[in-house]
């Protein structure tokens, strides 16, 4: 057991040294960079499930083989399709106005004239929740719940109810439409985008069309409430859905040299929300673990002893819809699955490294941190998620790790217009290429692993 | 003259203590905050010639008036009404996707379908007006001339040219649209809307259909363009004119109480471009000049010698058409116009004080000048502007004088919808507000004036 094992032996002097040396070669390399500006120029936004999700992968397997990735295929599947139409918001009355939303995704239309209603504006989605069932008939609901800017983006999990619940909890109170304050920190115009329940989720119930505010807006809102005469809203949002559109996951893989089956799963999500071109979310995660990923490729003299794989998940945004569905396509083989990790927090620089692993084997994740340590990197917690796309692997038991990045600014960009390659620093994107490249150099070359 | 007279006799010692007394007042006083609080919350956008701006003329009467002002009046003129209809580009050829663009003020209307050409790209005005007429036919021109961020607002004069000409010079050359990187220095994805020639500007020639990119779009055009493939793009924009509407110019007054026909004027526009809220352009200059004078009037036992007169200019972003009237209808008064000056630059710090004044009377400014260095004002130079509506006053001969703000960050927000209260800071508008109250009062009480 690694309890037992001095760190020299988990992670031998010359691993070390050759994982410092990936790093130092990966802090020059531009790989990563020229894939998320390839990526954002050349495709742009790919919503799950449109055709420009489905170029995005042939853009994808182009460029893995040209890089001499092995094994690179595309693993289909299908998802249902939510367009957004035309969205829009005015105060009709006192003071009339427009008002600047974006519609949450999975959100169902108005009719084409859209819904008016006087607004009713709750602090929580909690208080929202505790009205009485109908008592809302005809009204405009308006939840408006501030999100906390934090580095290790812990506001956001908080945040997220307020917009996947909203939508059902305004029908159940018998409202005619539902805002929300954006999910975001920044101050802006521009709302922040995002998915309600899972696009897959057949369980959920009725809801009224939905959209975020822009913090601007709602402040807005907020000040219009406060001179106490009733505030009348129009809100109209045209939405179109179909319920089958082709989606996929893109894999490519350095076979490993001596335990091919044993698996160091390294993923993106190769999908973006449609208004920004997914540059921080997940262009960069994309850049960052195939950039890894190639240099280990190109700097050894042999591969490592396990299998790299990479994989691109599509839709994530809806739902993790490829999460699922590379936890179902692979389930014979999650036991082999050494670790999983996904890069889906932007591109700032990674400051913390996380684990979810037994308990036994964190001696293991201690002699591997040590060797992240001069890149900035301190010991995190061993509650790890892994990323949003390891959620089924993990709930498989496959055991996973976060390089989390520094997420203090991501929420002022996440899901919106604004997510564009102009907010990354290279030099950022090149320290968390760094990171991935002496961690997964060390996860596939040693005997360890972090099951009991 | 001046030029004999020590400081301590033009700025006595006790209109010095007055001024500062009056300064510190305003630092205090919520008067400016509050106007624009409630100009941008219950007004809003209110462009010039619009329903919202005639609404916003009513609210200043009323607020002038409860503020105690006197001879409070609107002074009407019409305008040519513009407004924006669909405003949309794309690239459809070879890299599809949609760009973030805002219509330019006066620009004209496309068919409905939009028109479509293959890009040709232009780092300045300079080499687009330099092509041969009619050698661009079929084509849409994109100007990529990037705008310098200054703290002096020097960056916009160079910049806003490419505004007003591009559309002129790509018709000249036979395109078929025009775009501009947008005329601003934030890298958020809103275009900068703006004017292109004014309004009323009847020797106008022919111009095509014209938008400005945001910065992250633009810089996307580039990175597109260099992958040395013709890059196709569609173009859609119906704006709407209409040959005459309502505007006016709002006027108040402190009327003097010894040189009563002599008048200090201090002004701000009402009108806002559509998008934002017109909190820094110009909200704050509302409330700044009229917090300023309001603090005279409620803290001193008597009036000053001289009547301060507070101006709402109606209609400058299209043109300063307000300005034009105001000159016209006061032509005869002009000569009585001790000083004038507009706040019309947001509202950080005030940080220079300057001038456009006689020589001989620099020693006036000077004298002045002295009182504000507490506030963190600088002496400034002796070519003020006096701000965009000084325009037709100042060539009649009026002196005039700027209280600079500091710029560093307006051209971040100008002209997009991401000018809304929340970047108005209380404690820096105050600063404004003490320097114009002391400046004002100054001028109001002195014996001496800025001619030769
Ligand atoms: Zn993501
Ligand atoms: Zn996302
Ligand atoms: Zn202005
Ligand atoms: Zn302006």
């Known amino acids: 057991p690694a309890a037992g094992l001095a760190e020299a032996e988990i992670v031998t002097p010359k691993m070390r040294q050759t994982a410092e040396k990936l790093a130092a070669t990966a802090l020059q390399d531009t790989t990563a960079y020229d894939l998320v500006e390839s990526l954002t120029t050349e495709i742009g936004p790919r919503l799950a499930g449109t055709e420009a999700e489905a170029r995005a992968r042939d853009w994808a397997v182009k460029k893995l083989k040209q890089l001499g990735f092995k094994n690179v295929r595309i693993e289909p599947f299908e998802v249902p399709l939510w367009q957004r139409g035309v969205e829009k918001a005015e105060i ?8 600047y939303i974006t519609t949450l ?3 169902v239309a108005t009719p084409p004239e859209g819904v008016e209603g006087d607004l009713v504006s ?3 989605l909690a208080a929202l929740q505790a009205v009485r069932a109908g008592s809302l008939r005809g009204k405009i609901v308006f939840v408006d719940q501030v999100m906390t800017r934090t580095q290790d983006g812990s506001g956001y999990g908080v945040a997220v109810q307020k917009r996947r619940e909203t939508a059902f909890a305004a029908h159940k ?8 304050r954006s999910v975001g920190t920044s101050s802006h115009r ?17 809801s009224v069309p939905s959209a975020a505010l822009s913090a601007p807006d709602a402040d807005q809102l907020a000040r219009a409430l406060s001179r106490d005469e009733p505030l009348r809203l129009r809100l109209t949002l045209t939405p179109q859905t179909q319920a089958r559109a082709p989606s996929g996951n893109v894999i490519a893989e350095i076979p490993g040299r001596e335990r091919p089956d044993e698996i160091v799963l390294i993923g ?5 929300w449609d208004q920004g071109t997914g540059a921080v979310d997940d262009g960069a ?5 195939t950039g890894a990923a190639k240099v280990i490729m190109d700097n050894l003299r042999r591969a490592p002893k396990r299998t790299i794989r990479v994989v691109y998940f599509g839709a994530e945004e809806v739902g993790l819809v490829g999460a699922k569905a590379y936890a179902e396509a692979h389930s014979r083989e999650l036991e082999n699955h050494i670790v999983g990790t996904e890069s889906d927090f932007g591109a700032d620089k990674i400051w913390r490294f996380d684990t979810r692993i037994a308990e036994a084997k964190l001696p293991v994740a201690k002699a591997i941190g040590d060797v992240l340590l001069p890149l900035g990197i301190g010991p995190g917690n061993n509650e790890a998620s892994g990323g949003p796309d390891m959620k089924y692997v993990r709930e498989a038991g496959v055991p996973v790790v976060t390089l989390l990045q520094n997420g203090w600014d991501y929420f002022d960009l996440h899901h919106t217009p604004n997510d ?11 320290q968390n290429v760094a990171a991935y490249a002496a961690f997964v150099y060390l996860v596939a070359e040693m005997d360890e692993d972090f099951r009991e």
Not at 92 to 99: D, R, V
Not at 173 to 180: E, K, M, N, Q
Not at 268 to 272: E, P, Q, R
Request: charged share 10%; hydrophobic share 40%; proline share 10%.
């Open 92 to 99: 009709t009355s006192p003071f009339p106005q427009p008002l």
């Open 173 to 180: 109170a018998g409202a005619v439409g539902a805002l929300i």
């Open 420 to 430: 564009t390659l102009d907010k990354i620093d290279p030099a950022k994107l090149a």
């Open 285 to 289: 995660g994309v850049g960052i673990v």
């Open 122 to 124: 709750f602090p929580s």
């Open 190 to 206: 521009f709302a922040h985008t995002g998915q309600m329940k899972a696009i897959t989720d057949t369980s959920v119930g009725p």
């Open 268 to 272: 993106a999500h190769l999908d973006s």
């Open 105 to 107: 995704g999975g959100s």
